[in-house]
């Protein structure tokens, strides 16, 4: 009777120690205050490359009024899935605001990006289907894939030409199905979506695009990578997410009244889950409104991040493909990230380390995410430090 629970979680200790040899264990960073570009990160004051609150709204006090006021009037707890008694006012209001910010018939909210994402491609293909993914998706795209028990094909990162042999193959499915970033969220490169496009349009095949990083930065209105390509049109789901340049939390799909139908029928995580606290959804309501009105937050970041890429290419670091503004500092090795990244916070500067498994082995990089709020002054101390080390 001596067998503790414990003992049967041994091999637990034994895979952490050996993350912890390749360099590869990950370790919970708490933040004091809010999220913005100067942040308390374990008691260490820093200048915060690190976010994905791409147009500083996370702190703006607009949307903490607006959170504030839904929450007086609509209570905290949203206690029940959207479908019982869990969609309130808030909710209701956000769908139709996001319906008319992308321009489309309907929006469907969802907890987050990544239920939205796993959700809408499970509902979307099952066995008999077969579903495209680009080998970069990020990882809610990819547990979508297998939760749908469609066949999938993994194509080279960007790589439609290829896609369009292997789209040519398969005939014999039922459905087909393309999924893809637009914009992706380590290379911060765009997907190549005009091409992607026409091979569906050839082959008779759905094209959903996970606009993430793209909301609130990309296009026009700010609509995303889709809306700056002009191919909108084209594209059957789009997906976001409310908590990055949004600055609230939430994921949302667009698309067709009948696609939105079907999702609130078929998206097990919509289905299956409380709806998000009605404050979440009047906090991206302002935030919508805001994208509206201040196009120069996003245009202005766009340039500075355009600057940024050339500078440190000027000083011979390797950017990769980015056209956006994430910019991978490319460096191969876990350790050599790790060490770049720990000297730059010496200097009160966080830029993280990302590392396999969130990129593929020999990429590990530092990951810059600029934000509208970042300064030139700002951008400045990190080219001086980057240059130093
Ligand atoms: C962050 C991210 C998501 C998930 O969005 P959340 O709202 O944070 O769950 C989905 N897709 C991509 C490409 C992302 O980077």
């Not at 309130?88 to 139709?96: A, D, K, N, P, Y």
């Not at 194509?155 to 970033?181: E, F, M």
């Not at 990578?225 to 409310?242: F, Q, S, W, Y």
Request: a neutral charge.
């Amino acid at each position: 009777m001596s067998t503790t629970p414990g003992n049967r979680l041994a091999w637990i200790d034994e895979e952490l120690a050996s993350l912890e040899a390749a360099g590869l264990r990950r370790r919970l960073a708490v933040r004091s205050g809010p999220q913005a570009v100067r942040i308390v990160l374990g008691r260490q004051k820093l200048l915060n490359f690190g976010s994905n609150d791409y147009l500083s709204l996370a702190a703006d006090p607009r949307l903490v009024d607006a959170a504030t006021d839904a929450a007086g009037h609509e209570g905290w707890g949203s206690g029940a899935s959207p479908l019982v008694t869990g969609c309130g006012e808030s909710h209701r209001q956000l769908q139709e605001e996001l319906a008319r910010f992308e321009g489309t018939e309907a929006a469907l909210l969802c907890c987050s990006g990544f239920a939205a994402n796993a959700g809408t491609i499970a509902a979307l293909a099952g066995p008999g289907d077969v579903v495209f993914s680009d080998r970069k998706n990020h990882a809610s795209l990819l547990d979508g894939c297998r939760l749908s028990r469609a066949d999938v094909r993994v194509y080279p990162h960007g790589d439609w030409r290829r896609l369009d042999r292997l789209l040519a193959k398969a005939g014999g499915y039922r459905r087909r199905l393309i999924v893809t970033d637009g914009l992706f969220s380590m290379d911060g490169d765009l997907a190549p979506l005009r091409e992607l496009a026409d091979a569906a349009e050839r082959h008779d095949a759905m094209l959903l695009v996970d606009e993430a990083h793209a909301t609130g930065v990309f296009g026009r209105r700010g609509r995303g990578v889709a809306e700056h390509l002009g191919v909108e049109d084209h594209i059957d789901v789009r997906i976001g997410t409310l908590s990055k340049a949004l600055g609230s939390v939430g994921g949302f799909v667009v698309g067709s009244r009948a696609l939105i139908e079907w999702l609130v029928q078929r998206a097990r995580p919509y289905v299956f889950s409380t709806a998000p606290p009605a404050a979440t959804a009047a906090a991206a309501v302002a935030a919508l409104e805001i994208v509206r009105d201040e196009p120069r937050r996003r245009e202005g970041l766009l340039g500075r991040a355009d600057r940024l890429r050339d500078q440190l290419r000027g000083q011979g670091w390797d950017v990769g493909t980015s056209a956006s503004q994430i910019i991978p500092i490319i460096v191969g090795q876990p350790d050599r990230a790790m060490e770049l990244s720990a000297r730059l916070r010496q200097r009160a500067l966080f830029v993280p380390a990302i590392r396999p498994p969130t990129v593929p082995d020999g990429e590990a990089c530092l990951r810059i995410s600029l934000t509208a709020g970042h300064t030139d002054e700002m951008i400045g101390k990190l080219l001086v430090a980057l240059a130093d080390i």
